[in-house]
Each structure stands twice: as structure tokens, then as C-alpha cells.
């Protein structure tokens, strides 16, 4: 069936760069999406990326994306301490979505 | 983009009654969906909710725990009947345009069953 993993969690300084990477099995995704939650807070839709790219920024994020090996990737430039909170990767186009068990990020000053 | 409402935002609640959380989307929507997200975990899919018909649930759910309405294309309701300490989570709302279009998510009712 369809599975999402990502790493729980990940911890950098204030200003550097984060990566947050996930990996998919349904290669037949169009979308695949990025959501952020904040503490106490709903799902925010970061981010996406169309299936025939490989590469798509918004400033300062950028998703990467390697279809041969299902592997997605967002990369937060200059980290900030408000970045800090939960990052869920997510595909499904028939209608649910599937999400990972969503990635920690914590920011250190 | 879609704004969704969710009421209400928090709840306490003794076991073995039951809450009804509305959903409410600002423009028509094709497909909407209800979620929970249980302590420190991911979001699982409890159904799918259906105009004018019942909705189809995820497997592990049924419609007697969780009965969802679906009075058109812009509202839903789940109600999360006799309820106990385990059903504590964070019930979302979410609804899309369509297959391969973003999904919008409401803030989320956080349920706490004492």
C-alpha cells in the first residue's frame, strides 16, 4: 500500500539551512505536498511540487525531488526560530492524502 | 485558497458522551475529509464525507463510533459518540478542490476525554 516515512526529528542553529527529507512508494503522485504545524495549531500547506519536476523554490524553501528513488526533500534556508514546528510530507491524488509521521524541527538560537 | 472553519477548537468532555464538531468551508469544495491525529502522532483518515450519501470510512472506523454528515458542499460534521480517554485527539477537517489539487486544513478540535 501506500507509505510516507520521514526522520522524527531534526535540530540546527538559528541561520543555517535545514533539510528535511521523506521518501514515498506511489509513484503514480502528481502532487506531492509539504505541511507545516505549529504547537497547538492546524495543518499548513507549505509547499508542493508537480510530479514532472525536480525542483521547485519559494523563498527560502526548496523542494527537491528524485522520482527514480521516490525521495523528497525541503531545505529551509536561513532557519529562523519561528520554523520551528512539525513538517509533514504528504501525497495522494485520488483524494485522501497520505503523510508521514512528520519531521520535529527544532531551532536553536 | 480555502478557508476552513472547525468549531469548536477545544473540548473537555466526560467518557461515554458524545461531541459533534462542525466544519465549515468558505467556498464549494468537491471532497472533504475528516482526520485524526493522535499524541505525538501522524494524521490517519477517519472517512470521507460524501454530499447527500454516507460516508466511507477508513478501515478501523465505523459509523456507529463516528457518524459524519454532509449536508452539502460546504459543510460537514463529525461527531465522536461514547466516547473514552482513548478517542483524546486532534480531529481535522479538510477539504479539496479536487483529485490532484491542494488539501486545506482547519485549525483542528482538540479533544481531551476525562
Known amino acids: 500500500g501506500e507509505d510516507v516515512e520521514q526522520s522524527l526529528f531534526l535540530s540546527v542553529r538559528e541561520g543555517d539551512s535545514s533539510v528535511i527529507n521523506c521518501t514515498y512508494t506511489?509513484?503514480?503522485?502528481?502532487?506531492l505536498y509539504w505541511y507545516k504545524q505549529e504547537p497547538g495549531a492546524g495543518l499548513q500547506l507549505l509547499t508542493y511540487?508537480?510530479?514532472?519536476?525536480d525542483m521547485k523554490q519559494d523563498q527560502r524553501l526548496t523542494v527537491l525531488l528524485n522520482k527514480k528513488d521516490k525521495h523528497l526533500s525541503l531545505r529551509i534556508a536561513d532557519t529562523q526560530t519561528g520554523d520551528s514546528a512539525i513538517y509533514f510530507c504528504?501525497?495522494?491524488?485520488?483524494?485522501?492524502?497520505?503523510f508521514g509521521q512528520g519531521t520535529t524541527l527544532q531551532v536553536k538560537p | 485558497s480555502a478557508v476552513i472553519s472547525q468549531k469548536p477548537s477545544r473540548d473537555i468532555c466526560q467518557r461515554g458522551t458524545s461531541l459533534t464538531i462542525q466544519c465549515q468551508v468558505d467556498?464549494?469544495?468537491?471532497?472533504m475529509f475528516w482526520y485524526r491525529q493522535q499524541p505525538g502522532q501522524s494524521l490517519t483518515l477517519i472517512a470521507t464525507?460524501?454530499?447527500?450519501?454516507?460516508?466511507t470510512y477508513e478501515s478501523g472506523f465505523v459509523i456507529d463510533k463516528f457518524p459524519i454528515s454532509r449536508p452539502n458542499l460546504t459543510f460537514s460534521t463529525l461527531t465522536v459518540s461514547n466516547m473514552s480517554p482513548e478517542d483524546s485527539s486532534i480531529y481535522l477537517c479538510?477539504?479539496?478542490w479536487g483529485r490532484g489539487t491542494e488539501a486545506f486544513f482547519g485549525q483542528g478540535t482538540r479533544l481531551t476525554v476525562v
Open positions: 504528504a501525497e495522494g491524488d485520488t483524494g485522501k492524502l497520505i
Open positions: 506511489d509513484s503514480s503522485s502528481t502532487y
Open positions: 511540487i508537480f510530479s514532472n519536476m
Open positions: 467556498s464549494q469544495v468537491t471532497m
Open positions: 464525507a460524501n454530499q447527500g450519501s454516507e460516508a
Open positions: 479538510s477539504g479539496r
